[in-house]
């Protein structure tokens, strides 16, 4: 059996560490922001013959210098054009360069995304963000309430929110860094993957939860705290590793061979779904015997 619990030092020197870089390149650099909260213009491109490549009309409109430029298939002959820009002129000269090349080309439609639309847009995901935690910890608290000794049932809930916290986080300042080097924007759906991966971590974390749960009930009391919690991460070791592997050979699948459309979509949930298995076997429960010491000493 391992003892995991007494690396605990190490994984919150880790965590620590990176949580602090996370933030840091949050608060240095930002997310870049594509057009969902930014606002711009999303173009529908119908070819009646020779779909070019997206990379063939990026550089078609590469002399134009276009803000959050991206080009992605609609399926049949289409594509969508979408830009940081809502003037007329703007759309003009766009249309301008890509009829010159492809005289057949025809617009299905253009649709404009307001700022303060936009603005409204990520206020709202900062509130579905926070509220899902807020749901979560509320959840584990009142599922573990038969489980008030030796740590209180809450403890069990603010330590599944406190590595969910982590988890967002280092996704979050993993994107900072990439939108900054890379010019990576986030959207709609980088915060679909973040609700995705609140989800999964808390799934994995609870699993250990639960096991510790039982072993508590079934436990005759002799067995210390910290000992019934390295047994029950040891009985759902292979389980949780096992569940996510399969997860993270998916999202490889995907982000290698998937769309540019999801491609960011995925590599958001790589991130987040590798550091929530971590979190979950090194930070979680690390956090209630952390909790249970402290308690212990006054």
Do not use: C
Not at 23 to 49: A, C, H, N, P, Y
Request: net charge positive; aromatic share 12%.
């Amino acid at each position: 059996m391992y003892n995991i619990i007494s690396k605990t030092k190490y994984a919150y020197a880790v965590s620590i560490a990176l949580t602090i870089l996370s933030v840091l390149s949050i608060f240095v650099w930002g997310l870049k922001f594509g057009i969902d909260f930014t606002g711009g213009t999303v173009m529908e491109i119908r070819f009646s013959q020779n779909l070019p490549t997206n990379q063939e009309v990026v550089e078609i409109l590469g002399g134009l210098d276009l803000n959050s430029l991206t080009v992605q298939g609609k399926g049949g002959n289409s594509l969508l054009v979408s830009y940081a820009s809502v003037d007329d002129s703007v759309n003009q000269e766009v249309w301008k360069k890509i009829s010159g090349k492809y005289p057949e080309a025809t617009q299905s439609k253009v649709d404009y995304r307001d700022s303060s639309v936009s603005s409204e847009l990520k206020k709202n995901s900062l509130w579905a963000l926070f509220w899902a935690a807020v749901g979560i910890m509320a959840f584990i608290a009142f599922a573990f309430r038969k489980v008030s000794r030796p740590v209180e049932s809450w403890k069990y809930g603010a330590g599944a929110v406190i590595a969910l916290i982590h988890d967002v986080l280092i996704t979050v300042g993993a994107f900072a860094i990439l939108g900054h080097f890379k010019g990576i924007e986030v959207g709609v759906p980088f915060i679909a993957a973040l609700l995705t991966i609140l989800g999964f971590s808390v799934h994995d974390t609870i699993v250990v939860y639960d096991r510790t749960r039982e072993n508590l009930l079934k436990g005759s009391g002799k067995e210390a705290f910290p000992e019934v919690v390295n047994r029950s991460l040891n009985e759902t070791l292979v389980r949780s590793i096992n569940t996510s592997m399969t997860v993270i050979i998916t999202l490889l699948a995907i982000y290698i061979f998937g769309g540019e459309s999801i491609k960011n979509f995925s590599l958001a949930l790589l991130i987040g779904v590798s550091f929530g298995t971590y979190s979950s076997i090194f930070i979680a429960s690390a956090l209630l015997v952390t909790s249970y010491k402290l308690q212990a000493k006054n």
